[in-house]
């Protein structure tokens, strides 16, 4: 780990009082939250179902809308699943899911009947744990809404106990007239894997949203994620952010597969990918730990000249979240 790193608090704001949020709800009000405001009318998209491995298996189309009346909100999602291989049976609808949420910016309840369980936004950012008795499968979705306000880069990791069954996730949109495009546009990059550029050296850069565990606005962080290829496999990673947090490392990255390994010598750790959309695990030289998801919007192949990037990062102090960190990354060669 770099000297930028070693001996730095990674939230100037951190102290005792500022603990995770109370596990209890905030009562539904008679005007919706700032999340419920932000996810308001209905989200198409065709969102890709892969494999514990990261195969792809089909698409799920779906309409999914979160409907705030009279101080109540449901939730309902209509698709139907194309392909899905063994896990057809499984993923395929027999009706539209429909389930009540209580509304809130700190903890959002779902009460069922189709899934139950907590969602935590972070401004524009949700990460959201709950169970779906019809898949018969635990969620975890992230769930991030661009700053175009009308896309959302989402995912859901499915579990059976702490196991990886499946996962789904895809771009979404808003916008009716953008429907049409977007749905071409997930049929055609919905299975392109996550391979960086493998002989073009680049940045992907951007200024990212930083908020503490409490659910509080911590600032900005300027993200910048250089890229310098070694050979088809591996790539050398140099990761600085500054502003509201100041990090800085560098790790060899090896690809194989759907895997990458980061070997050092300033975070450790492996990610898989699930077509365009890479989830890491890192361990950095010290205390701190990072969980993430880096999730390419466009997806052609090669990922480079024009590509966007929407990142989504979990801090740890030891086994304590820390800090949430996402935003939009663009490239540009070097």
């Not at 494999?51 to 979160?66: K, M």
């Not at 949420?101 to 709950?130: C, E, I, L, W």
């Not at 779906?132 to 992230?142: A, E, I, K, R, S």
């Not at 050398?236 to 090896?254: D, H, I, M, S």
């Amino acid at each position: 780990m770099t000297a930028a790193l070693e001996g730095t608090e990674p939230l100037a704001t951190a102290d005792p009082e500022r603990a995770a949020p109370p596990a209890t709800a905030e009562p539904e009000g008679t005007e919706p939250s700032e999340w419920q405001r932000r996810i308001t009318g209905e989200w198409v998209g065709r969102p890709s179902l892969f494999a514990a491995d990261g195969t792809w298996l089909g698409f799920e189309d779906i309409r999914r809308s979160s409907v705030f009346d009279n101080g109540a909100t449901t939730y309902v999602m209509d698709g139907a699943l194309t392909g899905g291989g063994p896990m057809a049976g499984q993923f395929k609808l027999g009706a539209p899911f429909a389930f009540g949420v209580v509304d809130s910016d700190r903890n959002r309840v779902y009460t069922g009947p189709d899934f139950h369980g907590t969602g935590q936004p972070y401004g524009s950012f949700v990460d959201a744990h709950y169970y779906g008795p019809g898949w018969q499968v635990d969620l975890n979705t992230w769930n991030q809404v661009l700053p175009d306000g009308r896309t959302q880069a989402y995912s859901s990791v499915l579990h059976q106990g702490p196991a990886v069954v499946g996962v789904f996730n895809g771009v979404y949109t808003r916008d009716p007239e953008r429907v049409a495009e977007l749905l071409e546009s997930e049929t055609r990059c919905g299975a392109v894997p996550y391979i960086l550029p493998t002989k073009e050296a680049g940045t992907y850069s951007g200024t990212c949203e930083l908020w503490g565990a409490d659910q509080k606005p911590c600032g900005t962080v300027g993200v910048s994620i250089a890229l310098e290829p070694i050979d088809l496999l591996r790539t050398r990673r140099r990761v600085t952010w500054t502003g509201a947090l100041e990090r800085e490392y560098t790790a060899e990255v090896r690809r194989d597969g759907f895997r990458s390994f980061y070997e050092g010598p300033g975070a450790w750790g492996n990610a898989l990918a699930y077509g365009r959309a890479c989830y890491p695990s890192l361990h950095f030289t010290d205390v701190w730990k990072l969980k993430g998801r880096e999730f390419m919007i466009d997806a052609e192949p090669g990922m480079g000249a024009g590509a966007t990037m929407a990142v989504a990062y979990e801090l740890f102090d030891g086994n304590v979240l820390s800090a949430v960190v996402h935003g939009v990354l663009a490239w540009s060669p070097s």
